[in-house]
């Protein structure tokens, strides 16, 4: 009947109700836990914590779809705690000598080498090198997408992330705006979501200027710090400086800089400063991040971790 069916429809919600109820209660009432990793080094990645990486991890620890493009000195591709996380080209064929999906570059499996011109994006062990600059590369991928919870190293904050190693910057940390375009524009086209670049300079040219618009309008996030001068740091407000200062004065700001800030929380003593071109202030001293390692490069050999490393 039609009373016998209204009745039924009526204990349903009631029913329903209840259930949802009881859901929302114990979710209200049950205590927050922000998720761990088991790395063994992680307690010394105290910058983690200042972040609040382990409640972000809650809602994710990171996606394979992402690919972050590293514009650097090179990264260890086969280091055990990045090995997993290293950008692999879909479209390349392992060592046939062949450019096999047709982008320019011959066997670029893993990235490029804009300064040796290859496709091993690794610092060059014939050439003069500072100590630094050779595992600068490979700090700044630690950083961002070290492989987390596995029982390995550290954890970077990305557990899961696709780092694409483009080497702009020679051994002693050095390299030009040419070079730079390139790997630009070599991020857009090959699939890179964020570009990531750690170096400065003061010298305003057009063309990178232009590069890093066109990865902007085709939707790629680009990162870049605001540099390190020591003695308090430049007001770059007034002394620009690039590429953090690119798109500055346009109607979109469309590069994050970065600053860095100490433990408790104040800018550091080496970082630049000034509202025009400061997005963003991340942890900047006693980074500890994976190191690069060569067991035939002897002053590389042994260590595949590091610690103390500061900048912006």
């Known amino acids: 009947?039609?009373?016998?069916?209204?009745?039924?429809?009526?204990?349903?919600?009631?029913?329903?109700?209840?259930?949802?109820?009881?859901?929302?209660?114990?979710?209200?009432?049950?205590?927050?836990?922000?998720?761990?990793?088991?790395?063994?080094?992680?307690?010394?990645?105290?910058?983690?914590d200042?972040?609040?990486?382990?409640?972000?991890?809650?809602?994710?620890?990171?996606?394979?779809?992402?690919?972050?493009?590293?514009?650097d000195t090179g990264v260890d591709l086969d280091h055990p705690d990045l090995i997993g996380n290293i950008w692999t080209n879909p479209g390349e064929a392992v060592g046939d000598g062949r450019d096999n999906d047709g982008n320019g570059f011959v066997d670029d499996i893993h990235g490029?080498?804009?300064?040796?011109?290859?496709?091993?994006?690794?610092?060059?062990?014939?050439?003069?090198?500072?100590?630094?600059?050779?595992?600068?590369g490979t700090a700044i991928a630690g950083t961002i997408g070290a492989a987390g919870n596995n029982a390995v190293g550290i954890t970077g904050l990305n557990w899961s992330v696709r780092i694409m190693p483009l080497r702009i910057l020679d051994n002693l940390g050095e390299g030009d705006s040419k070079t730079a375009i390139r790997a630009v524009d070599y991020a857009v086209a090959n699939g890179a979501?964020?570009?990531?670049?750690?170096?400065?300079?003061?010298?305003?040219?057009?063309?990178?200027?232009?590069?890093?618009?066109?990865?902007?309008?085709?939707?790629?996030l680009v990162v870049a710090a605001v540099g390190n001068q020591s003695g308090g740091g430049l007001n770059i407000n007034e002394k620009p400086i690039y590429p953090a200062c690119y798109g500055e004065q346009d109607e979109d700001d469309w590069i994050i800089g970065l600053t860095a800030t100490t433990q408790t929380d104040e800018k550091t003593s080496f970082s630049n400063y000034g509202s025009d071109c400061s997005d963003i202030a991340a942890p900047g001293t006693?980074?500890?991040?994976?190191?690069?390692?060569?067991?035939?490069?002897?002053?590389?050999?042994?260590?595949?971790?590091a610690n103390g490393w500061s900048g912006t």
Not at 200 to 217: C, I, M, N, P, V
Not at 286 to 305: G, K, P, R
């Open 1 to 48: 009947s039609r009373l016998g069916r209204e009745l039924c429809y009526y204990y349903l919600y009631m029913r329903l109700f209840f259930c949802f109820l009881i859901i929302s209660i114990f979710l209200v009432g049950s205590p927050a836990f922000a998720l761990t990793s088991d790395d063994p080094y992680r307690s010394q990645q105290w910058y983690l």
């Open 112 to 136: 490029w080498d804009f300064i040796e011109d290859d496709s091993s994006p690794i610092p060059d062990s014939d050439s003069a090198f500072d100590e630094e600059a050779v595992a600068h």
């Open 50 to 71: 200042a972040i609040g990486a382990p409640a972000a991890w809650d809602w994710s620890t990171g996606y394979r779809a992402v690919v972050n493009a590293v514009l």
């Open 193 to 220: 979501d964020i570009i990531n670049l750690s170096f400065t300079g003061f010298q305003s040219e057009d063309e990178f200027k232009d590069s890093l618009r066109r990865a902007y309008d085709a939707g790629v």
């Open 286 to 305: 006693e980074i500890f991040s994976t190191y690069y390692n060569d067991v035939n490069w002897s002053e590389y050999a042994v260590a595949l971790y």
